[in-house]
């Protein structure tokens, strides 16, 4: 039996986008929809979507789990590294004082990185200190809901 692996790499990429959209994360699949999301103002979570096992699997429940707090950013994005290619490099374009790293979350505010939590502070750490790490960044930088 022949493995179709881009068929089970689609299975996989489509479950993480759709983890994503369903934590209420807005999917940037253009360098406009990134330039547009990178001009709000206010803060704005990016989520660097990775299919990475175990960071992106860490990574992912984090972004989601990390919401159920006091403050949050007002605007929530995501690029898929590996997938949206122009739009993951547009968006790092943005973050000069880090280098690429994926999945990683950047905190922005009025389109200025805050902040960045890189793949080294998710891949061999639980979920729950991913979470914590994010909602100090929120606690620091955005507004109560």
Known sequence: MELDFNLYMNDVVSQARQDMEQAGYKQLTTIE???QAFDNKGTTLVMINSVCGCAGGIARPAAAHSLHYDKRPDHLVTVF??????ATAKARSY???YPPSSPS???????????MVERHEIEGHDPMSVVNKLQQYFEQYCEEV
């Open 33 to 35: 929809d990134v330039e």
């Open 81 to 86: 590294a590996g997938q949206d290619k122009e």
């Open 105 to 115: 979350f950047a905190l922005l505010k009025d389109g200025k990185v805050c902040t």
């Open 95 to 97: 973050f000069t004082d």
